[in-house]
């Protein structure tokens, strides 16, 4: 079944390939022309919302050995005597300054004591497979903490010894860090498990244990459309191979109108949904359907009525149509999430090995199981289904008698 509608006259454009909606922006162009770099496995260890940034800052200078220490300072061409400032042994480089120094020993030392493991430091990027051991989400922002804080409070240290004098006691130090990791754990959102060995060290920075939360439930019911309105559930599939929308339209009484699935060729699910809600608005306007509630388990789907940038190129035209055919008609589109959408789901399915449209005008038998639960009113996600419409009556009676006759 074919519907062919006018095609609105506009000029053509310059359509970008790389992207689904066929814009380019600067972003775009930027991307298109830099040269990747290789991506570090430390780069989205050392950023994290639960640690000031200021002190990933710190971190992330010396990972790019940017930091200026006397080393660093002697490289650019300043000629000055170098001496550590902490142990006043031998000349200040990064990796002295941050690993070798006997004030910097002591505090890696500590954090050893802590995690009850040896650390053993050859490079910059060593510090962070600590952080990649099978830490509780909690224990492991605690130990990026530690470790950035110790990194931070070793470069505070020399500062304050060279510029102003101040000598440091590493233990003071110490206290300080657990001051600042200890509100990091705690402020984290992050939570912890039973482990023994992770309880211990948080319990030893003073970070309260957080327990993981409980799972939240929620009721999912297909709600049937207002009178004089037909709801169309829509939903899409793909694979690497194939991709199909389905749709199903039914009345203020859940009494089933018509239902469809059709296989689109390729393209991403996203494409096959967009494909699905054009093909429902067209089947209601050749109908004469004039309030029209479409519902789908996809947000973007929604947010796509919001902004043509989200639409792909290749469907333009037809989603141009579609707005000036609902200009003509009441119109609404909501979500709903994937357990109530189970009738679509099926559909869409089953068009993935089918061949063009296929329309049904009775209940197709592999969706019908759904599509009385949806009758019913049972709720499809809590562990014992909830009946909502025929309350003076068994739910399994009246399941098993609608099963029957549709």
């Not at 519907?3 to 909606?21: A, F, Y």
């Not at 699935?261 to 054009?278: P, T, W, Y």
């Not at 063009?356 to 709720?379: A, S």
Request: glycine residues 4%.
């Amino acid at each position: 079944m074919q519907v062919t509608l006018p095609v609105e006259d506009i000029e053509d454009q310059l359509i970008w390939k790389h992207v689904s909606n066929g814009q380019l922006t600067l972003k775009d162009a930027y991307s298109f022309k830099k040269h990747p770099a290789p991506k570090k496995h430390w780069v989205s260890t050392i950023w994290c919302k639960d640690i000031p940034p200021s002190k990933s800052l710190l971190a992330w200078r010396i990972m790019h050995d940017k930091v200026p220490t006397d080393e660093k300072l002697m490289e650019r061409g300043c000629n000055l005597p170098s001496m550590c400032s902490l142990c006043s042994v031998t000349t200040e480089t990064t990796f002295h300054l941050f690993f070798e120094c006997s004030f910097a020993f002591k505090l890696w030392c500590w954090l050893a004591s802590i995690v009850d493991c040896n650390l053993h430091f050859q490079s910059l990027e060593d510090i962070w497979t600590l952080c990649e051991r099978s830490w509780s989400p909690q224990c492991k922002i605690v130990i990026l903490s530690a470790i950035i804080n110790i990194l931070s409070t070793i470069w505070f240290v020399r500062n304050q010894y060279r510029f102003q004098g101040k000598p440091f006691n590493w233990r003071i130090a110490i206290n300080n860090i657990i001051a600042a990791v200890s509100l990091s754990g705690n402020n984290t959102s992050k939570s912890s498990n039973s482990s023994v060995r992770d309880l211990i060290i948080l319990k030893k920075l003073n970070v309260n244990i957080h327990a993981p939360k409980a799972p939240v439930i929620k009721e999912v019911i297909w709600q049937p459309p207002y009178h004089n309105w037909l709801k169309c559930n829509i939903d899409g599939a793909s694979t690497t191979t194939s991709s199909s929308c389905g749709g199903i339209f039914r009345d203020k009484d859940a009494v089933f109108k018509l239902a469809f699935a059709e296989n689109i060729g390729g393209g991403s699910a996203f494409h096959a949904e967009l494909s699905g809600v054009i093909r429902a608005i067209e089947m209601a306007d050749q109908r004469g359907w004039r309030n029209l509630w479409i519902e789908t388990d996809s947000a973007l789907m929604v947010m796509a009525f919001k902004s043509i940038s989200l639409i792909p190129c290749n469907l333009k035209n037809r989603w141009r149509n579609c707005n000036r055919v609902l200009e003509n008609m009441n119109f609404i589109v909501t979500h709903i999430y994937g357990e109530g959408n189970q009738c679509t789901d099926s559909l869409a399915n089953w068009g993935l090995t089918s061949v063009g449209l296929t329309v049904w005008m009775d209940v197709p038998l592999f969706v019908r199981e759904y599509y009385v639960k949806n009758r019913l009113g049972i709720c499809l996600v809590l562990g014992l289904s909830i009946f909502r419409r025929f309350g003076f009556l068994s739910p399994s009676i009246v399941y098993l008698f609608l099963l029957n006759i549709f």
